[in-house]
């Protein structure tokens, strides 16, 4: 079956720090990638995708490679702020199908 | 831009009462989805209409009943509200016209229910 696999959290770091969360998948063929941000009290944002292998997706310093060979698609960011303080998920849309599935996501604290 | 719009924001409601989280998208997507996020297992669907005139269930789609309304609305109804329930529900919208797909989802802002 289709599912998704995230780190689990939470992720606590430093502003400034490097940020890597791990996601990896299982599906049929190739699907889209994506990630996700929620911020407290609001509804999920796209923060990048990456639609085929070795694809990068990237917005607002942060980036993902889509890895047919190791099936993940991790997010990193080189440096890190307060205002990224947030929960990520990943997700991926199903082929063939309308549906999107979707990790647990992974809360980060980021500390002045 | 509204985007996509959930209400209400907040719900109490006691066991085995009823009621319909409404939800409307004003960018003329095709797609529509209804989702709850619970602690430890992120997003899970419940149903999804991939074009007007059509629902389909998703994971979780026990207890709940949509309807597409037209284009622009999909509501999910809980017709006997069981304390399993309690959890947040967000509606979210996709312009996809096919699948594959890689256009993204566009959420509302979510509906906290709470179930005693």
């Known amino acids: 079956g289709n599912s998704v696999t995230q780190m689990e959290g939470p992720v606590t770091l430093s502003e400034e720090a490097f940020l890597t969360i791990n996601c990896t998948y299982t599906?049929?063929?190739?699907?889209?990638l994506f990630w996700y941000v929620q911020y407290p009290g609001e509804g999920l944002q796209l923060l990048l995708k990456a639609t085929k292998a070795d694809d990068k997706g990237s917005n607002k310093g942060f980036e993902a490679t889509y890895r047919k060979e190791t099936t993940s698609f991790h997010l990193e960011k080189g440096s890190v702020q307060v205002s990224d303080s947030a929960v990520y998920f990943c997700?991926?849309?199903?082929?063939?199908?309308?549906?999107?599935?979707f990790g647990t996501g992974t809360r980060l604290k980021v500390l002045a | 831009n509204a985007g996509v719009t959930q209400t209400p924001k907040f719900q109490v409601l006691k066991t085995g009462q009823s009621m319909t989280l409404q939800c409307a998208q004003d960018?003329?997507?095709?797609?529509m989805y209804w989702y709850r996020q619970d602690p430890g297992m992120g997003l899970r669907l419940i149903y999804y209409s991939a074009s007007e005139g059509t629902t389909d269930k998703g994971e979780v789609p026990n207890g709940y009943n949509v309807s597409r309304l037209n284009k622009r609305e999909f509501s999910l109804r809980l017709e006997s509200a069981a304390p399993s329930q309690t959890s947040v529900y967000f509606c979210?919208?996709?312009?996809?016209?096919?699948?594959?797909?890689?256009?993204?989802?566009?959420f509302g802002n979510g509906t906290r229910l709470t179930v005693t």
């Open positions: 979210a919208s996709s312009p996809r016209t096919g699948a594959p797909s890689n256009s993204p989802l566009h």
């Open positions: 960018m003329n997507h095709n797609s």
């Open positions: 599906a049929t063929g190739y699907p889209s």
């Open positions: 997700a991926l849309s199903v082929i063939g199908t309308y549906k999107y599935i």
